[in-house]
T-cell receptor
């Protein structure tokens, strides 16, 4: 069964550094999402993406964040200058056109900002 | 405001006991409601959607619009049901963000 994959599984970085989190959505899916979960808190929506454009973004998704689909398979989340409070689990999800309400999640990338 | 409330952080039951994980929501309109489950060291996966009205792994959930609730129930819990359960909602027009509750950890003891 096809799955969403994410790399790396764990990323450690210094405050102020740029990080890129990578996701490979399920191959025929057209809708993509990023969520994050700070330890002990709820899963929060960051951004949704369709047709090479951001469809919706949350208040968390400020100018330090960007998303890109650089090729036909990858979907990336970039944090330009990481802050301590960016430490969280980041989940990528995708859904297809026939069942847009069902989102399939990746295993997550744990980002630790020191 | 869109909000999902799961009042219990932890629910501990014995095998064979009934289980009810509570979920209440706030949404202006007609949301879609979901239950996601995360087993140990695994990814979030969809368990139930209210629109499909199905039973998965013995779990059911009924949307009560009057009480704005979507509680998850199972008559006889199994040890393999131990996991983190998240209630979530989205708008009903497709391709909508999910709003999650804080989750309830279900622990089923032998």
């Amino acid at each position: 069964e096809p799955e969403v994959t994410q790399t790396p599984s764990h990323q450690v970085t210094q405050m102020g550094q740029e990080v890129i989190l990578r996701c490979v959505p399920i191959s025929n899916h057209l809708y993509f999402y990023w969520y994050r979960q700070i330890l002990g808190q709820k899963v929060e929506f960051l951004v949704s993406f369709y047709n090479n454009e951001i469809s919706e973004k949350s208040e968390i998704f400020d100018d330090q964040f960007s998303v890109e689909r650089p090729d036909g398979s990858n979907f990336t989340l970039k944090i330009r200058s990481t802050k301590l409070e960016d430490s969280a689990m980041y989940f990528c999800a995708s859904s297809d056109i026939s069942s847009t309400d069902t989102q399939y999640f990746g295993p997550g990338t744990r980002l630790t900002v020191l | 405001a869109q909000r999902v409330t799961q009042p219990e952080k932890l629910l501990s039951v014995f095998k064979g006991a009934p289980v009810e994980l509570k979920c209440n929501y706030s949404y202006s309109g007609s949301p879609e409601l979901f239950w996601y489950v995360q087993y140990s060291r695994q990814r979030l996966q969809l368990l139930l959607r209210h629109i499909s009205r199905e039973s998965i792994k013995g779990f059911t959930a009924d949307l009560n619009k009057g009480e704005t609730s979507f509680h998850l129930k199972k008559p006889f819990a199994q040890e393999e049901d131990s996991a983190m359960y998240y209630c979530a909602l989205s708008g009903n027009t497709g391709f909508q963000k999910l709003v999650f509750g804080t989750g309830t950890r279900l622990l089923v003891s032998p």
